[in-house]
């Protein structure tokens, strides 16, 4: 990185930081701190909203899944928009008539305060994690760039977040978005136009596109219904829908963001924007990283993108053997080069060109083959490193391609998405601390000062725990998984139990409660024998805490019928 890099990164996230503290120093009333006083218009509430699902996992993950697995991921999100619609019109009104300050109150209300708990723990400790692996992925970044501590950038970065959020509550989490969303589509536009600039001059887009199809990177829709294939139309509409429900209805992080809208038709539009933005959002970063894959058919790539394996296999004995998969790689990529211009040319002068496509398929094959054989290597070095290199690619292209200056606006793009997302995510977890489980169970009645100072204390306790749950993450398969299967295991009860709460009046407390109980259990069961993808665990959590719950209910009041008898 050059000084220019640098000046570029830490303005940007000084401004960001000093702009939210400065904006909201003075919330001191608790429906100012958690509300933001009602205050904020549609555009807001759609912007934070968005800006709180697209953490860096996000910017730094998602390329680096386009670029292995193609496309296949957009379908993850087919079943939002249609979520967004429900929420408008089931849960917005009932929480906004019931005036609450989180989304659990609402289950008190409607159940009892056991099963008002019992969500609200589930939320805490989800999104605990959640948040502690919004802070971890953008400390890989900086970890490999300078080459610092790991576990020392995670608590610089945590600590940055903690000191706006505990200083503004909500009002600074949604000022803070809209600047960061502003330099994340600035940053991600640039990126991919300068990828476009760099590829050969006789290779267009509609080329650059062809040639992804022919290495199966666009293949978007995938009609399989086999329950272990992880992205289909099947489980994007129906595992992507309930996901959808279940984080933006009843997760705190997203429904704080649209509690503090002005009326219901504010918050209402500003989660319709999110629906019809968050797709081709996430289909233009998709599409970032499918690019970033073509330009490498015509650049050297690195055999392995994770830097701090190469640095392990360099310093041990496979080094030679090593050396020699890069020398390999290095030649397929000049043969890779020359094919795919024969490709594009055929193409072009509509002749015939299933050899060349069949002997770019050859290529793939031949390099996907170097790849795992380095990953046995790296393996053979040290049994415990992490050899999915996804959520490398990006970043290594960042780093090694882009000019100067645009480096340190794209490290800022991620920067400022983890630390929005994060920001969000500790502003909840110490909003549903407060409300749900501190006031809720104080005998007293304090001063509306007393419980802002409560919701900054646990907001900064919940960072902490989250700095912590960062410094003992690693990578799995990639963030962008990890990140959405910890919700899956838990958003799927909970949302059973908003689903039960708001359509079927016939089922009671207990009823709810313990079903509840059962099929968070059966769901932790289902997931440790890994026998379907994760996005069905959101529909199997939710209908199973439904179906339970009727059951429940029906053979106590058969029960207490009998008894009465």
């Known amino acids: 990185m050059q000084i220019i890099d640098w000046i570029v990164l830490f303005s940007t996230l000084l401004f960001i930081v000093v702009y939210g503290v400065v904006k909201t120093r003075k919330s001191s009333h608790i429906d100012d701190y958690i509300l933001g006083n009602k205050e904020t218009r549609w555009w807001t509430v759609g912007i934070s909203v968005m800006a709180t699902q697209a953490s860096a996992i996000t910017f730094l993950s998602t390329p680096g899944q386009a670029f292995h697995d193609g496309m296949g991921f957009i379908q993850f999100y087919f079943g939002l928009p249609l979520a967004m619609v429900v929420i408008c019109f089931t849960f917005i009104p009932i929480y906004n008539k019931l005036k609450v300050y989180t989304a659990y109150e609402y289950l008190e209300q409607r159940f009892d305060l056991k099963t008002r708990s019992l969500a609200a723990i589930l939320f805490l400790v989800q999104r605990g994690l959640g948040t502690g692996l919004t802070i971890y992925a953008p400390a890989i970044i900086l970890s490999t760039i300078l080459g610092w501590n790991l576990n020392l950038l995670i608590v610089i970065i945590g600590f940055l977040v903690i000191f706006y959020t505990v200083s503004g509550g909500t009002k600074a989490v949604n000022v803070t978005q809209k600047q960061q969303m502003f330099i994340i589509f600035l940053g991600m536009f640039m990126a ?168 770019l398929i050859e290529i793939s094959s031949k390099e996907k083959a170097l790849r795992e ?162 996005l069905w665990l959101n529909f199997i959590g939710a209908m199973l805490t439904i179906i339970l719950s009727l059951i429940i209910q029906y053979l106590s009041k058969k029960i207490t019928t009998n008894s009465i008898v």
């Open 192 to 359: 991919f136009f300068v990828i476009l600039n760099l590829l050969p001059s006789n290779i267009s887009f509609t080329n650059a596109l062809e040639i992804a199809g022919a290495n199966n990177k666009m293949n978007i829709v995938d009609f399989s219904l086999d329950p272990n294939v992880k992205y289909t139309f099947w489980s994007g509409i129906a595992g992507g829908f309930f996901l959808s429900l279940a984080y933006f209805g009843t997760d705190q992080s997203q429904v704080g963001r649209y509690l503090s809208g002005k009326s219901d038709k504010e918050s209402q539009m500003g989660l319709i924007m999110n629906g019809f933005l968050k797709v081709p959002m996430q289909f233009f970063i998709l599409l970032t990283g499918v690019m970033v894959f073509v330009f490498f058919q015509f650049h050297a790539a690195p055999l392995h993108f994770n830097p701090n394996n190469n640095n392990l296999v360099q310093n041990s004995s496979y080094k030679k053997q090593y050396h020699e998969l890069e020398s390999e790689l290095n030649s397929l990529t000049q043969e890779k080069s020359s094919i795919n211009l024969l490709y594009v040319d055929h193409l072009n002068k509509n002749i015939n060109n299933t050899a060349s496509k069949e002997k």
């Open 373 to 534: 054989k380095a990953k046995e290597i790296i393996k053979k070095v040290d049994h415990g490193a992490e050899t999915n290199d996804k959520d490398y690619v990006f970043i290594y292209f960042i780093l090694n391609y882009l000019p100067k200056g645009l480096v340190g606006l794209l490290l800022a793009v991620i920067l400022s998405a983890a630390m929005s997302s994060s920001a969000s995510g500790l502003s909840s977890l110490g909003t549903t601390m407060a409300i749900d489980i501190y006031k809720r169970n104080l005998k007293v009645t304090k001063s509306d000062k007393h419980y802002v100072n409560a919701t900054q204390f646990f907001t900064l306790i919940w960072g902490i725990i989250a700095i912590g749950f960062a410094c003992i993450s690693s990578l799995f398969e990639n963030l962008i998984q990890l990140v959405n299967i910890v919700g899956s295991v838990f958003y799927g009860t909970v949302l059973g139990i908003f689903l039960v709460g708001f359509y079927i009046k016939y089922v009671k407390a207990e009823a709810i409660f313990w079903s509840a109980i059962i099929t968070q259990s059966i769901i932790f069961y289902i997931f440790y024998l890994d026998i379907v993808s994760f």
